[in-house]
Each structure stands twice: as structure tokens, then as C-alpha cells.
């Protein structure tokens, strides 16, 4: 293989103009450059597994699947293969913007197995929907009233931090002197960490919902540091709320199992 200073770095923007993008039957936009080592028929079960719910909100977005994203420039660079060289230069993923599309690059090489690059995928369209379309207000019911309840964990470091702050005022809510009678009882609550937290944990919960549409996985492969893992139970029903919101596209089917002991 030719040495990483002999790779042509492709701008990104010489991606998008010269790479085909594709429609996925939801109308997702994707495309792929590269020895991105992913068959096309894996590529499209993974596209395909974002509901069509989701699409409208993501028209003005297209998601390229490359190789690697280069990282320290302050270009957007793509890598048509793969090196140990450029890979200790790249991102997960960087995003770009082309007139009025908005450009997702998608490292490939970067993670070891499907699970990893799933759930790559599935979490920036899961940001990039909430930023378009927000977060329904029954899933920030939903989570607020187990966050209230005390429920064990969250489903990322994001969500447990911002959770965190946003309950730390409520506490001293509950004492006389800080909540008198007639008072709003959410008076003291950080909203702008609430503001955080519901569009983390629904971020997450997305993207965890398509990753259990798209490859079998154990909950516990989602843990990015060390932080409590949310009850699984209470994982379950934001799960099964958002498959109500966003239901799985024809030929895919959405399940929560439990692994029982014996």
C-alpha cells in the first residue's frame, strides 16, 4: 500500500460533488466513498433502518459514508483509504455544509465492528433530527418524571451531567424556606440543564431505538465512561415510547429482551 504521504486527501466538498448520493426507501439521503470495507447490501440495511418519520426533518441533510475524516486541518479532508497514519488524524466524524445541504462524513475505518459504526451513524442522525425537529414533549414528560422518581443511571455521560445539574436546585426545592406555599415547585430548576438533559436523553434513546432495529447488541456495550447505566426497565419504556413516535419501517422489527439468569 502506498505511504499516507502519496494519498490524495480529498476535500469534502469534492465528495459531495463527485460521489452520487442515494435515496434510502425512508428518504434519507446517503452516499459512499472509499475502501469503506461495508458490502452495499449492509449499507443499505443500516440507511434503511431510520424510520420515515424521521425523514422529513433530515431532507436537507445527506450522510457520506467514507473511509476516514481528517481532523487536524482546518480543512474538511476525506481519506480514500485507510492507513495507520491517517487514522491517527481522524475523526469519528465531521460535518460540512454545501449550499443548503448539511454534509455528515462518517469515518468507517475508525471502528472495529458494525456495532460501532451503527451506532456512529444512528447518533448523528439522532442530534441532527433533534436539532431540526426538537423533542417531543411526552418523551420530556416521560424522562422527567423517571428523573423525578430517582430512577437509577441515564444512557449517556451527556444525560447523567446534565441531569445532575438540572435536579441540584430542585432538591433544596423541598425545604420550607426555599418552596413556601403557592410557590411553583419548579421554581428553583436549572432549565437550561433540563433543556440539556431532555435533548440528550432523547438523543440517545433514538439512536439506541434504531440500533435495536438495525443489530442485535447488549445494553451494556453503550457505556462510554463510568457513569450508572439507566434501569433497563426504564430504558424499555422510552424505547417503547419513541417506537410509538417513530414506528420501524417495513422489514424491520423492534424488540427489548431481557436475558434471564439459569
Not at 55 to 71: E, H, M, S
Not at 99 to 121: N, W
Not at 133 to 159: I, N
Not at 219 to 234: C, G, I, T
Request: charged share 20%; hydrophobic share 45%.
Amino acid at each position: 500500500m502506498a505511504g499516507s504521504a502519496q494519498i490524495e486527501l480529498w476535500s469534502a466538498e469534492k465528495v459531495a460533488t463527485q460521489v452520487a448520493v442515494q435515496d434510502a426507501p425512508s428518504g434519507l439521503h446517503f452516499a459512499s466513498f472509499g475502501e469503506t470495507r461495508i458490502p452495499d447490501g449492509d449499507l443499505e440495511r443500516l440507511v434503511g433502518a431510520v424510520p420515515a418519520a424521521l425523514a422529513p426533518a433530515l431532507r436537507q441533510r445527506a450522510y457520506y459514508f467514507v473511509p476516514l475524516t481528517i481532523a487536524d486541518t482546518g480543512e474538511n479532508l476525506v481519506a480514500p483509504v485507510y492507513t495507520v497514519e491517517l487514522g491517527d488524524r481522524a475523526v469519528c466524524h465531521r460535518n460540512a455544509a454545501f449550499g443548503a445541504t448539511e454534509a455528515v462524513f462518517i469515518s468507517t475505518r475508525l471502528v472495529e465492528d458494525r456495532f460501532g459504526l451503527a451506532f456512529e451513524f444512528f447518533i448523528n442522525v439522532a442530534h441532527n433530527f433533534v436539532e431540526a425537529a426538537g423533542v417531543p414533549s411526552s418523551f420530556s414528560d416521560l424522562a422527567w418524571s423517571q428523573a423525578e422518581a430517582q430512577v437509577r443511571g441515564e444512557t449517556s455521560q451527556d444525560a447523567w451531567e446534565a441531569r445532575r445539574r438540572a435536579l441540584e436546585p430542585h432538591a433544596g426545592a423541598n425545604t420550607p424556606s426555599a418552596n413556601p406555599p403557592g410557590a411553583n415547585p419548579n421554581a428553583n430548576i436549572d432549565e437550561r440543564a433540563r433543556l440539556a438533559f431532555f435533548e440528550s436523553s432523547f438523543s440517545d434513546a433514538l439512536a439506541i431505538y434504531m440500533l435495536t432495529l438495525a443489530v442485535d447488541f447488549d445494553y451494556h456495550d453503550l457505556r462510554e465512561r463510568e457513569y450508572p447505566l439507566l434501569a433497563a426497565p426504564s430504558l424499555a419504556e422510552r424505547l417503547r415510547h419513541v417506537a410509538s413516535l417513530f414506528p420501524a419501517n417495513p422489514g424491520y422489527e423492534f424488540q427489548v429482551l431481557y436475558r434471564r439468569k439459569g
